[in-house]
């Protein structure tokens, strides 16, 4: 039987990814922070408490202990906008927490003989302002964000670890989204409060840059590829993307659609306290690698997504 590791298992993508691998069969284990500890966790997953902000060693010896054959490195600050209020923390957890694991995993394999297959969940806010639209594996990596720059780091860090002969690969994730993720991404912030209104819960819904565009994809599809690129016979970077860029406010616009309201742009407030310090106006990424090499494509489109997020939403009478 495969062991697998997983950080950040109890965000959007590890739930995603470790409900996937336990139905596969493999043990799996997954890195837990005390806070998260009281939260629902998979049934069958390995818990450890670990964290990635924690004692370097403690990452080490956990990777050590284990030694999985594939090794997830999904966990950090889960935001951009988080990220803005502590740089450090951010640079640690999702940046140099990487080169911790990578370097375990070497000297796993050294020991044992055995790869341990690691993957890094990266982000097109490694990109910064890119200067091209669409964005690929050969795109300059000049981040505008401490989010994006932590990101850079340990993607930086695989490419260094792979040209050393490691299984290293890392999946340059474009914004992914589900009825799980947190109310602070404008996806569901706009989903949830459309609902909210077309419950005669809320009456107006406010927020930041309605002109940003995004590559919105749907968050099982993008666990999918990053199975797919740890099984794939060579380690390598790929874009994961739908290729199609929309802005936050069609967002608006497909999510009132959904519940009924047509006549939506009342109902929406612009607070210039919501704009951000540098914000990345395009982001839309070519997923030719992926689908060549690894067979993979999104199954979901954008109305299809907006729509399930608005649906999931549940406002009791
Ligand atoms: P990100 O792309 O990973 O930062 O994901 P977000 O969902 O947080 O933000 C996506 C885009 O929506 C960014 O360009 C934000 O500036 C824009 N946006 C506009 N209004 C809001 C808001 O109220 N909340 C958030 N989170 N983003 C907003």
């Keep these: 039987m495969s062991t697998a590791l997983v950080t950040g ?3 959007q993508d590890g739930g995603y990814l470790v409900e996937r691998l336990l139905a596969e069969g493999l043990e799996v284990h997954g890195l837990v922070r005390r806070e998260d500890l009281g939260g629902p966790l998979p049934e069958g997953l ?3 408490e ?10 080490a010896a956990l990777v050590d202990r284990v030694a999985p054959d594939e090794l997830y490195n999904l966990g950090g600050v889960s935001s951009v906008a988080q990220s803005w209020a502590d740089p450090l923390l951010t640079t640690r957890v999702s940046g140099t927490a990487a080169l911790v694991l990578l370097e375990a995993a070497r000297r796993v394999r ?3 003989g055995r790869e341990v297959r690691f993957l890094q969940a990266a982000s097109a806010e490694i990109f910064g302002e890119p200067p091209v639209a669409p964005q690929d594996e050969d795109t ?3 981040p505008v964000s401490p989010y994006g720059a932590a990101k850079a780091l340990a993607h930086h860090g695989v490419g260094i670890a792979r040209a050393r002969g490691q299984f290293a690969t890392s999946v340059v994730l474009y914004n992914h989204e ?3 993720r947190p109310r602070t991404f404008v996806t569901r912030k706009i989903t949830h409060t ?5 419950a005669g819960r809320a009456e107006r819904l406010v927020l930041g840059n309605l002109d940003a565009r995004r590559d919105w994809g ?3 599809d993008y666990v999918d590829a990053m199975v797919r690129a740890v099984r794939h016979d060579e380690p390598a970077d790929y874009v994961v993307a739908t290729g199609e860029a929309h802005t936050v406010r069609d967002l608006v616009a497909a999510a009132f659609a959904r519940v009924g309201i047509t006549d939506w742009e009342p109902l929406v407030e612009v607070d210039p306290a919501l704009l951000r310090p540098a914000d990345p106006s395009l982001l839309v990424g070519d997923a030719t690698r992926a689908r060549t090499r690894l067979g993979w494509a999104p199954s979901v489109t954008f109305t299809e997504l907006v729509a399930r997020m608005v649906d999931a939403e549940r406002f009791d009478a």
């Design 9 to 11: 298992a109890t965000g």
């Design 46 to 48: 390995v818990v450890h």
């Design 50 to 59: 670990v964290d990635l902000g924690g004692p370097d060693d403690d990452l």
């Design 110 to 112: 050294e020991r044992t």
């Design 140 to 142: 300059p990596v000049r």
């Design 178 to 180: 589900s009825p799980r």
């Design 194 to 198: 459309v609902a909210a209104i077309a």
């Design 218 to 220: 749907w968050a099982p």
